[in-house]
């Protein structure tokens, strides 16, 4: 066990991602999907809708057809047991521990969310990095998203690009919303070199905040969710009066 965490930990830090199979099963599994379709079914607040941010694919306003659909649930350790049990787990500290290093905190300001990926009126993604809107002294922050069904292209998927968190660009590779350009010439190399993260229920991935990564609209017809937290090593701190900073963060 001990041998594959630490080989695991190198093909991170060679490309910004990590794939653990099977991590969450059985009971545990079961108890979060459960909790995952009742916080769907009620719809209640705090919400992310799809008609706010106006991405690609997103019904046009929350008044028009589909405007209430929910593109994630927010604050989601405070609002379940099942979730926080599984952010502050013995099998995703387990990994964290030999990628970070150090004491790990739950970051409950980002992420700390259930995604969901409706099948009609969800959007598509464009290259990003989560760390465009973060404000943190060190960009070393983690990010784990626990597949709760199948992921794969056809659902919408997260798309990653291998290695993108070594690399550094030009505030010209991004546009105003600081997404990676797609038809930049050096960008859309960069692109091609894209991989699915395709997931299984139970599967975990872990990615840098640094580390490109997109999803297309879910064009099958059943909603994906998933659970996503992110995770900051001890060294690295909010910037004071940032949104980052709202919350305290917690200890694992």
């Not at 604050?75 to 926080?84: E, G, I, L, P, Q």
């Not at 797609?182 to 990615?207: M, R, W, Y």
Request: glycine fraction near 4%; proline fraction near 4%.
């Amino acid at each position: 066990m001990s041998e594959q965490i630490n080989s695991s930990a190198g093909f991170f830090n060679q490309n910004g991602f990590l794939i653990r199979r099977k991590l969450v099963t059985g009971l545990q599994l079961d108890t979060i999907k459960q909790a995952a379709v009742k916080m769907a079914s009620t719809a209640k607040p705090p919400a992310e809708y799809e008609a706010d941010l106006h991405y690609e694919g997103a019904p046009q306003s929350r008044k028009h057809e589909g405007g209430r659909t929910v593109r994630r649930f927010l604050d989601v350790y405070d609002r379940d047991r099942a979730f926080s049990e599984f952010g502050t787990s013995d099998g995703v500290k387990l990994v964290l521990a030999k990628l970070i290093e150090q004491d790990v905190y739950l970051v409950r300001n980002h992420h700390n969310s259930l995604m969901t990926k409706n099948p009609k009126y969800s959007s598509q993604t464009n290259w990003h990095r989560d760390i465009r809107y973060w404000h943190y002294d060190h960009e070393n922050l983690i990010s784990v998203w626990l597949a709760l069904g199948n992921e794969t292209r056809e659902n919408g998927a997260l798309m990653l690009i291998p290695g993108s968190h070594r690399l550094e660009f030009e505030r010209q590779n991004f546009d105003d919303r600081l997404f990676f350009k797609k038809n930049l010439p050096e960008n859309k190399a960069l692109i091609e070199s894209a991989i699915v993260a395709v997931l299984a229920p139970g599967d975990v991935l872990f990615f840098h905040c640094r580390t490109l990564h997109a999803a297309s609209s879910n064009t099958t017809n059943v909603t994906k969710h998933s659970l996503v937290f992110t995770y900051r090593p001890e060294s690295t701190n909010p910037v004071d009066n940032t949104r980052s900073s709202e919350k305290s963060d917690i200890k694992i």
